[in-house]
């Protein structure tokens, strides 16, 4: 569409409004029961408080870089 169509957006007046009920947006985020899987652990190192961290392959997302305490349940630890 063209830019000559946009217009400014203005907030509806909750005085002029006082009984409309805002829709609370979805929640996309897992439940804290939701297991992920790994494809490997490719590193780890030290940060300079001198806690422990672990680079993981996810399976189905990035690589990142996880405290220890956040992986002391993989099965790749075993």
Request: with cysteine; aromatic share 12%; net charge negative.
């Amino acid at each position: 569409f063209h830019v000559s169509l946009l217009r400014p957006f203005h907030e509806s007046d909750d005085t002029l409004f006082p009984d409309r009920t805002r829709p609370e947006p979805y929640n996309f985020g897992l439940d804290d029961e939701h297991e992920w899987f790994i494809d490997e652990i490719i590193g780890h190192h030290h940060l300079d408080d001198g806690q422990l961290e672990f680079k993981v392959r996810w399976s189905l997302s990035d690589t990142t870089w996880e405290p220890a305490g956040n992986c002391a349940d993989l099965s790749a630890l075993d």
